[in-house]
């Protein structure tokens, strides 16, 4: 039982360059989020997927694309990406509504030059 | 907007000491969930503790108990003759019970724990 997986987990990106983040789970979770972790600010929502076929933002959602491509896979996209995307973003699953629990990825430290 | 603040950015404590870390919130909700994870340096978040907002009873897990006071809106962690594996970030965060149950994340502590 992998839990929720993430590819890559490392990347280097010059400005303006786009990429794919991949998210699966195999525990059969309605609920996918995406989230980044910056320096001092704790992990801060991106966008999520509360069901499958659907997605809306979180907190930070500009600059980034979502696909909830089924009810395993939940990818982010950059489109033109910007050295303030610097930073480590986390894949996360849960039950919602349940008892709350998010169940995350291992992360992907990307770097933006 | 649900907010969480944790005041210590780093905390430091000698192996077998008790030590205490404090996370303070602000929700409009009556009913929702606090948890407390960890980030140990493999950067794997783990949850340590789970409280749900109307329980009165304070949540233990093992060495890993939590003080939570509703109407002050304090949600502390403390753990109890604390190891060398106790060394990471931690994080306190706050969900809503119902919904797509999103979490709201602190700023996180680091704590280390000195042999």
């Known amino acids: 039982n992998a839990g929720v997986t993430q590819t890559p987990k490392f990347q280097v990106l010059k400005t303006g360059q786009s990429m794919t983040l991949q998210c699966a789970q195999d525990m059969n979770h309605n609920s996918m989020y995406w989230y980044r972790q910056d320096p001092g600010m704790g992990l801060r929502l991106i966008y999520y997927?509360?069901?499958?076929?659907?997605?809306d933002k979180g907190e930070v959602p500009n600059g980034y694309n979502v696909s909830r491509l089924n009810k395993r896979e939940f990818s982010l996209r950059l489109e033109s990406a910007a050295p303030s995307q610097t930073s480590v973003y986390f894949c996360a699953s849960s039950e919602a509504p349940s008892y709350g629990e998010q169940f995350f990825g291992p992360g992907t430290r990307l770097t933006v030059l | 907007a649900q907010t969480v603040t944790q005041s210590q950015p780093e905390m430091s404590v000698q192996e077998a000491e008790t030590v205490t870390l404090s996370c303070t919130y602000d929700t409009s909700e009556n009913n929702y969930y606090l948890f407390w994870y960890k980030q140990p340096p493999s950067r794997q978040m783990i949850l340590v503790i789970r409280q749900e907002a109307y329980k009165q009873q304070n949540a233990t897990e093992n060495r890993f108990s939590v003080n939570f006071q509703k109407a002050a809106k304090s949600f502390s962690l403390k753990i109890s003759d604390s190891q060398l594996g106790d060394t990471a970030m931690y994080f306190c965060a706050l969900t809503e019970i119902q919904g797509a149950q999103k979490l709201v994340f602190g700023q996180g502590t680091r704590l280390t724990i000195n042999p």
């Open positions: 997927s509360a069901s499958e076929g659907t997605t």
